[in-house]
C-alpha cells in the first residue's frame, strides 16, 4: 500500500508518521530562564546521568550557565537538546541529546547544524566535541573528523572520541 503526501511518495504508514512529526519540529534558543529550561535539564538527566546513578546536580558542570542552548520541540515538549560552549574562536558542542522515539527524524543533525551556523555567526574557527563511538559516523556526515585516540568518558565510563570541523 503507497500514501502520496503533495509530490512525496510515502510507501508505509510509519513513513507518513515520521514526515508528518518532522513538519512539527520546532528549534529554540534558550536560556536558565525560558520555561522550556528545566525540560531541557529532565531529558539530559534521563539519557546522560541517570542510567549510570550519576546526581541531578552533577548536570551543571563550569560551562553550563556560559553555554547557549538550544532545544527541539514538538508542540512545547522538549525532545531534543545540546549546549554549545565558546572560548575565544573554538566552540564545544557537548550533551547533544535526542529522546529515544524521536531518533529517526534528523532532529540530532538540525540540532549540530543549527549549532555550526551559530559558531559561523560568532567567528568560531573550529568546533569540537567528544562523541560517543557509535555516534561517529553521525557527526562525520554532519563534516566532522576525528582527533586522537578513544577514551573513557569521566562521566559515563563509555568509550569516546574527540571530534572537530573548522568552519
Not at 48 to 72: G, M, P, Q, W
Not at 84 to 109: C, H, M, P
Not at 131 to 143: P, Q, T
Request: with cysteine; hydrophobic share 40%; charged share 35%.
Amino acid at each position: 500500500m503507497q500514501f502520496w503526501i503533495g509530490v512525496k511518495n510515502v510507501k508505509t504508514k510509519e513513513e507518513f508518521v515520521m514526515k508528518e512529526l518532522q513538519k512539527k519540529v520546532e528549534y529554540f534558543f534558550i536560556d536558565k530562564e525560558s520555561e522550556l529550561y528545566e525540560s531541557a535539564i529532565d531529558l539530559r538527566y534521563r539519557e546522560f546521568y541517570e542510567k549510570f546513578n550519576r546526581t541531578r546536580e552533577s548536570i551543571f558542570d563550569e560551562i553550563e550557565d556560559k553555554s547557549l542552548k538550544i532545544v527541539a520541540c514538538i508542540d512545547n515538549k522538549v525532545i531534543g537538546h545540546a549546549r554549545l560552549f565558546i572560548d575565544n574562536s573554538i566552540g564545544e558542542i557537548t550533551q547533544v541529546v535526542v529522546e529515544q522515539n524521536y531518533r529517526s527524524l534528523n532532529i540530532g543533525a538540525n540540532i549540530v547544524k543549527k549549532l555550526i551556523e551559530e559558531g559561523k555567526k560568532q567567528s568560531v574557527e573550529k568546533i569540537c566535541l567528544d562523541a560517543r563511538i557509535y555516534a561517529i559516523d553521525f557527526y562525520r556526515k554532519l563534516g566532522f573528523k576525528t582527533n586522537g585516540e578513544i577514551f573513557e568518558s569521566k562521566k559515563s565510563g563509555l568509550p569516546h572520541i574527540r571530534m572537530e570541523v573548522y568552519l
